[in-house]
């Protein structure tokens, strides 16, 4: 079954403590010119929001007040007001909701004609939402990704069935056209995902190999079988389908559509191995691959800071060696879709251009 991402995230952000040191002041997580309040406007993000008030935007928890009195205190949306104060001494975040209702009921009066007599017809009252909740973070810059990209075992691929030929004899195929495909086949899936090779991640540090990615360019659907050679339709493409490409069922992954950015429970380290879409230069919104996963215990919603390697420069001094700078902070990146060796992330704001070598680790 193929994973659509919902429309509408819901931002409703997780209240646990423990996330600074019990000693840390709280007009420490303060950001220097930060505003008292702000009028939320379309297109915000509650991470855009928080890193206007806080240092580090994901301590926004620990100081935002929720107010019983309000309806889904949790949910921000445009035109609520959020507000800095201070009580007994220490900075909390409140929100003040904006004019109007955000829903409406429907309740037909109309009256309908039935045999010989008129009768007021009284259905349930619906309930619709007029204005969405601001997202947590940018999700539309990983959706596409977060639906294709899929990393497998080095053969995966190899033993999946193969695209046989056209009815047309075409190389190429597009939505709506028939081809063949023969292989081994799950015989109870009928839907099945066109997948092509792509890279080959390998670590950095140690030449591991970490995962194979296969690249999702389709979907067909299974309208007859004989044996092992099956008969399908293309119904949708992300790119041209052709000759050789291969066949899976596609994977039912678990996607969030609600993000709780927290650091990881426990200490990583590890380094930007690719940036997606072919680039060395690492910005903000950019996708990277990570040589870290799951099995280091990185997992989705995680943030990690990134860290700016440091220069390699000569000594002009006596000695005249090389002399490696260190590692300075330089930007942020949440973890949106992890593997068991490694992980992609979304770099959600940088001060100063990064690059692929950089390094992540627990902020």
């Known amino acids: 079954m193929k994973i659509r991402l919902i429309p509408i995230f819901a931002l409703v952000f997780s209240l646990s403590s423990g996330i600074f040191a019990a000693d840390e002041e709280l007009d420490s997580l303060l950001r220097e010119g930060h ?29 935002w007040h929720v107010n ?16 800095l104060k201070y009580v007994g001494g220490d900075p909390v975040i409140t929100i003040k909701r904006g004019p109007g209702e955000r829903t409406v009921k429907l309740k037909p009066q ?23 909740a601001i997202p947590a973070i940018p999700l539309d810059a990983v959706s596409s990704l977060m639906t294709t990209g899929r990393i497998v075992e080095k053969d995966t691929l190899a033993m999946a069935p193969r695209i046989l030929a056209g009815k047309s004899e075409s190389l190429l195929f597009g939505p709506g056209d028939i081809f063949y ?23 950095p540090e140690t030449g591991e190999v970490l995962g194979y990615e296969a690249v999702e360019v389709g979907l067909a ?8 050679l099956v008969t399908l339709r293309l119904t949708s493409v992300s790119e041209d389908v052709r000759i050789g490409d291969r066949l899976m069922v596609t994977e039912e992954r678990r996607v969030e559509s609600t993000f709780y950015p927290v650091p990881p429970e426990q200490y990583v380290e590890g380094v930007i191995m690719t940036v997606l879409g072919g680039v060395t230069q690492v910005g903000r919104n ?36 090389m002399v490696q700078l260190p590692t300075e902070r330089a930007g942020v990146l949440l973890v949106f879709q992890a593997f068991e060796k490694m992980a992609y992330g979304l770099v959600l704001q940088t001060s100063e251009p990064l690059r692929v070598g950089d ?4 902020p």
């Not at 009028?39 to 929001?49: A, P, R």
């Not at 580090?56 to 620990?62: F, I, R, T, V, Y």
């Not at 659907?221 to 092992?228: L, P, S």
């Open 286 to 321: 950019d996708l990277v691959v990570i040589n870290r996963g799951l099995n280091q215990g990185l997992d989705v919603g995680h943030v990690l800071a990134i860290a700016k390697q440091g220069a390699l420069v000569r000594d002009g001094g006596f000695r005249g060696d």
């Open 68 to 83: 019983p009195a309000i309806e889904n205190p949790h949910l921000i949306y445009p035109g609520d007001e959020i507000i």
């Open 35 to 63: 505003p008292d309040q702000y009028l939320v406007q379309e297109g915000d993000t509650l991470w855009g929001i928080a890193a206007m008030f806080l240092a580090d935007p994901w301590h926004w928890p620990e100081i």
């Open 110 to 132: 109309q009256r309908v004609r039935q045999g010989d007599r008129y009768e007021k017809l009284e259905p349930s009252i619906r309930v619709e939402p007029l204005e969405s």
């Open 181 to 203: 495909g023969r292989g081994e086949w799950d015989e109870d899936t009928s839907v099945y995902g066109i997948f092509r090779e792509g890279n080959v991640y390998i670590d």
């Open 221 to 228: 659907r299974a309208i007859d079988r004989e044996g092992d």
């Open 359 to 362: 390094v992540v680790r627990s």
